[in-house]
């Protein structure tokens, strides 16, 4: 889409080298690729019309946005194998399915159309009974999904820094220091305010760090104005030690990319 590369090609405009550009352009693919799993698991299963993730700025001790991270993290895990058995329940719902059901030779054409649909069944050895023929299918659909696809969001997650499980035995988001450069690279042209940036990465990428995005978009039992307001200063000292925010007063803090565009 035209938003994916558009923030590619600012990264590949920056004034640093090809190898140093390389992990950023990796990091946006993966995050990217998650996006669109999630997003398109959801339009199937439906539910909130996007996918968001609660972003813990690692903190010395147990809080309740790691606790909402977490329980995040859990839900999203589960939405593409929700989805995988969502588009065959609606498929076994259909009338193209009901119909080879009530007729003759029903075993014959449910696996004609299993076949034409979702390209399985050359292989099934089971009973000539199109109850047993779906059942199998389901179960192939999902052990297949678990062994590739289902993968890519806590794989490609941890890869690209955004999956953690740093202070805790559970995974949660919680971006390491390369990713949130390669947020900021990526989304900032020159400087914007703080509060600007954390509205622009949740609309891009549904991304939770301060408690003006977590109260648009949690529940009244997820959500504590200090707990996010905690987090959002955490990150901000983390952009500080990075060299990627100044404040210039009490009420004003800015995020800098510190790279000129060479076009």
Same mark, same amino acid.
């Given at each position: 889409?035209?938003?994916?590369?558009e923030?590619?090609v600012?990264?590949?405009?920056?004034?640093?080298?090809d190898?140093?550009a390389?992990?950023h352009?990796?990091?946006?693919?993966g995050l990217h690729?998650?996006k669109?799993?999630?997003?398109?698991?959801?339009g199937?299963?439906?539910?909130?019309?996007?996918?968001?993730?609660?972003?813990?700025?690692?903190?010395?001790h147990?809080?309740?946005v $790691?606790?909402?991270s977490?329980?995040? /993290?859990?839900? *999203?895990?589960?939405l593409? =194998?929700?989805?995988?058995? !969502?588009?065959?329940?609606?498929?076994?719902?259909?009338p193209?399915?009901?119909?080879?059901?009530?007729?003759?030779?029903?075993f014959?054409k449910?696996?004609?159309?299993?076949l034409?649909?979702f390209?399985?069944?050359d292989?099934?050895?089971?009973?000539?009974?199109?109850?047993?023929?779906m059942r199998?299918?389901?179960?192939?659909?999902?052990?297949?999904?678990?062994?590739?696809?289902?993968n890519?969001?806590?794989n490609?997650?941890?890869?690209i820094?955004?999956?953690s499980? $740093?202070?805790?035995?559970?995974l949660? /988001?919680?971006? *390491?220091?390369?990713?949130l =450069?390669?947020?900021?690279? !990526?989304?900032?042209?020159?400087?914007?305010?703080?509060?600007?940036?954390?509205?622009h990465?949740?609309?891009r990428y549904?991304?939770?760090?301060?408690?003006?995005?977590?109260?648009?978009a949690?529940?009244?039992d997820?959500?504590?104005?200090k707990a996010f307001?905690a987090?959002?200063?955490?990150?901000?000292?983390?952009?500080t030690?990075l060299?990627?925010?100044?404040?210039?007063s009490?009420?004003c803090a800015y995020?800098?990319?510190p790279?000129k565009s060479?076009?």
């Amino acid at each position: 889409k035209r938003i994916e590369r558009e923030v590619l090609v600012r990264i590949l405009k920056l004034s640093i080298p090809d190898y140093d550009a390389g992990p950023h352009l990796v990091n946006l693919a993966g995050l990217h690729l998650i996006k669109y799993q999630l997003s398109r698991a959801l339009g199937k299963v439906g539910g909130q019309s996007r996918p968001t993730m609660v972003c813990e700025v690692v903190a010395p001790h147990r809080s309740l946005v $790691r606790e909402v991270s977490c329980s995040q /993290y859990e839900a *999203n895990n589960l939405l593409p =194998a929700q989805a995988v058995g !969502a588009v065959i329940d609606a498929f076994e719902s259909s009338p193209e399915w009901q119909q080879a059901l009530g007729g003759a030779g029903a075993f014959v054409k449910c696996k004609e159309l299993l076949l034409a649909n979702f390209s399985w069944g050359d292989d099934y050895e089971g009973n000539n009974d199109p109850a047993t023929l779906m059942r199998e299918f389901k179960s192939a659909a999902i052990r297949r999904h678990r062994q590739h696809v289902a993968n890519i969001h806590r794989n490609y997650g941890r890869e690209i820094g955004l999956v953690s499980r $740093r202070g805790t035995v559970k995974l949660r /988001y919680a971006p *390491n220091d390369s990713l949130l =450069a390669t947020l900021l690279l !990526a989304n900032v042209p020159v400087r914007i305010e703080l509060h600007q940036f954390l509205a622009h990465l949740y609309e891009r990428y549904g991304f939770i760090f301060g408690d003006r995005e977590a109260e648009l978009a949690l529940n009244a039992d997820e959500f504590d104005k200090k707990a996010f307001q905690a987090n959002g200063r955490r990150l901000e000292a983390r952009l500080t030690s990075l060299g990627f925010l100044r404040r210039l007063s009490d009420g004003c803090a800015y995020v800098e990319n510190p790279y000129k565009s060479l076009v």
